[in-house]
């Protein structure tokens, strides 16, 4: 995987998983104060949990980084395999 290949994963990676870490520990607010939305958490977190998706993310690229080098997942192959599919016997979309 190339660094700028790495660098749009994490991105697509971190964007994901921050999505997924928001709702955590978000908890209403005893009294509702004039003003705010009725489901605004009192206390959102959200140092924490961008610090928690960034590390969560690092550890997830890992994982994708090694599934990647040892060939257990072939990018290449699947896009040739899809080129095939869509475009039939042709090694290129060229001709």
């Known amino acids: ?5 790495a660098f749009f994963t994490y991105l697509i990676v971190w964007w ?4 997924a870490v928001l709702p955590w520990g978000n908890r209403q607010p005893d009294v509702r104060v ?4 009725p489901g605004a958490p009192a206390n959102p977190n959200i140092k924490k949990k961008f610090i928690a998706t960034t590390i969560v993310s690092f550890i ?3 994982i994708i980084h ?3 080098e040892i060939n257990l997942i072939d ?6 395999e899809m080129d095939e599919a869509i475009y039939g016997s042709r090694s ?3 001709e």
Do not use: K
């Open 66 to 68: 090694a599934l990647i």
């Open 1 to 5: 995987m190339t660094l700028l290949a």
């Open 16 to 19: 994901t998983v921050l999505f």
């Open 60 to 62: 997830i690229l890992g």
């Open 34 to 37: 004039d003003g705010t939305m």
């Open 75 to 80: 990018f290449r192959e699947i896009a040739r």
């Open 92 to 94: 290129s979309g060229a």
